[in-house]
């Protein structure tokens, strides 16, 4: 009898390629994230991706207009920038809420594309030069200097952009909320009204793509020096209100171009901004809770004791940002020391602090930036026990 | 015997509140629509509220932070406008998109709170002051001119906003996308990965809440007058990249500020300004579908021509934004007649007229709001059809 040859260890893990291994360092060992829909057989997570806009893919394949076998043609779409895997990436419990090697699915899967594959990308990196009202500002009236290489002399903002679709690691998602795993499938399955009911059946899926928005990072300056250079960050979570339409109510789109020109600043002494745009819009809440809420607070009087309390009274909760899942991103890119943190958001500094990320200076909105009618929301965060800085 | 007295017809309805008959005129005869998950025997729909928000429900459910029989108080919370019924609320083709009674729960359907059902508003309705540069730039400038009430000394803009949740009427959404309700669920469910197994085998379920954003409108002038007097409309798809931070590759944020202030334009001459903000991001393929696409662009030569052929390389269609389901909210708001269309989408404006609205002006983007960089989109999008003035 002939005994069959081993095969190299590497072709064994393509023979089964479909099995994920969080937090393996060769990404072929780790295994590609497989939601494609094309082909069932390939698919190795919960839920698709894209976020909600499967359900528009939905609608395009039903209409006629979307071949259901479409493989995209990734050709020249890969990152402008080499991403560099750092130990982060190999630790199963530091990322858990997106793919490390999502911006580098064509490089590091080649021989699973070869087989016919669809495996997509869940993060893209792109440049942009911004053109922002404030900025062009802040440049003419002189409080920023371009220096023609980031900031240029009509207050264009050069930056690097990294769109990231999140991508769930159910057992560090429940180890990072002290939860058990079975508890927060249950959970995630009844509260979005039974959405994906492998959540409770398929415990061999460990990873979860939800109908969820992702971020967006905003980097300035030369991403390749965040382990050795100064590091400013703003992560920033969504008020569409504020952000685009500079709603007067809340200091959002103040307090977003302030930690821009903080990034900005930093990058143009060598360093690295990162502003980090998360899809979290009301405290992720939604902007119908939102509007009731900023109805509930006018009528009663709007004064920064009831600030909170009309939340609760509308949502049963306060917030529901969890950002004890933010720090991925910032593990992701390899910062180890933030140098200026715009933000007085205890929560958000606990949660980087308590990820392994020191933080050397807290930057609290500066006063002329607020808003008349944003004073309440200020003033109910600092008797919250927001940082407001007056203690440093 | 004793024959049993025959109730009225109103409270025979209450009896069996979760029935939806869509496009019912009377309201408590229509149904409420019950997507709280805090008692199962009340739903009558697919899915949940808030969107994708409902997954970080499930988060705070299952780290204990929310109670999952929570129902929330809605006192104070209710329209700061009266919302009036108009024929299309009662059109079960006409509105299928959102529910027309969204905003005005706790008084049309206080019978069934009563009775204990966990109803949630779908639509929210607050005021706001719009502080943006680009307004209080063309105040100083003496474009706009400041009239104290729509548009303040300082550039301030005060407008009415409605945070409105889809609600979809599956057999409805059939109908406009001319496809079988049955077709249109499976593709639903599959080009998900499976959401919501009851859109293939509940058919009695005929309401669907998907997990994806919905509309803000931002109006100015009185809503009251939308029926009589002249009216602007500005429909923007979100494009976070540009409306938050001004990229330079299109031309969105322009396109909002311009639509805004033909909006006050209108509304300071007694008429009304509407200015719909539409969470399609990307066309609503998404942000990493959008940033892959502009790295291919730039790599094989950013040309006019290639323009939408990237988008399909990657995404298999150039768009899904499906703006067939678009004009549901002008309607909801009592839209007849447009005065002036700003847009240039064909897509758009055929979508708008064929749904019953007559479009008398079609406005392009002014040629000095245009960022340099976004020529090829402009270009490309001329070449493809879309409206530039020239030919009226």
């Known amino acids: ?45 919960i839920g698709t991706h894209a976020g909600g806009y499967s359900v528009y893919e939905g609608l395009a394949v039903a209409s006629g207009q979307l071949d259901p076998q479409h493989q995209p043609n990734l050709q020249h779409t890969q990152p402008v920038v080499a991403m560099r895997p750092n130990a982060a990436w190999r630790n199963r419990e530091r990322i858990v809420t997106l793919d490390p090697w999502g911006a580098m699915t064509t490089e590091v899967f080649a021989p699973l594309y070869e087989q016919g594959y669809n495996i997509r990308p869940t993060i893209a990196i792109t440049r942009a030069t911004l053109n922002m009202p404030e900025i062009q500002q802040a440049v003419q009236s002189g409080r920023l200097e371009p220096d023609g290489e980031i900031l240029l002399a009509d207050g264009g903002l050069r930056v690097t952009k990294f769109a990231i679709e999140p991508v769930w690691y159910l057992p560090g998602i429940a ?7 079975k508890a927060l499938r249950r959970a ?33 300056g030369d991403h390749a020096a965040i382990a050795e250079q100064p590091v400013t960050v703003r992560v920033h979570d969504e008020c569409n209100g504020s952000d685009v339409f500079g709603s007067d109510i809340c200091t959002c789109r103040p307090y977003l171009i302030h930690g821009l020109e903080e990034c900005i600043e ?14 979290k819009e009301g405290r992720a809440l939604g902007e119908v809770t939102k509007f009731l809420v900023y109805n509930a607070r006018k009528q009663v009087g709007d004064e920064a004791e009831g600030y909170f309390e009309r939340t609760e009274c509308v949502a049963g909760v306060t917030d529901m940002r969890f950002q004890e899942l933010m720090p991925d991103v910032l593990h992701w890119l390899g ?33 002329d930036l607020i808003p008349a009618d944003a004073w309440v929301e200020i003033n109910a965060k600092k008797a919250a026990g927001y940082y407001d800085g007056s203690t440093d």
């Open 335 to 367: 910062v180890k020391r933030i140098d200026r943190l715009v933000s007085m958001s205890d929560m958000k500094y606990d949660a980087i602090v308590e990820s392994g990320i020191e933080v050397l200076n807290r930057i609290p909105i500066r006063a």
């Open 266 to 279: 930093t990058a143009q002494s060598g360093g690295v901004g990162l502003t980090v745009y998360t899809r």
């Open 1 to 45: 009898m002939v005994s069959q040859p081993i095969p190299p260890k590497s072709l064994r893990v393509i023979a089964k390629p479909n099995t994920i291994r969080w937090g393996a360092a060769d990404p072929i060992k780790r295994g590609a994230i497989v939601g494609t829909v094309s082909n069932p057989k390939q698919r190795n997570v």
């Open 175 to 181: 180890q990072r909320l002290n939860v058990r795993e």
């Open 188 to 220: 995630l399955h009844d509260h979005t009204g039974g959405m994906y009911p492998e959540l409770i059946s398929r415990f061999d899926l460990k990873v979860f793509l939800p109908p969820i928005g992702g971020a967006t990072v905003y980097l300035m």
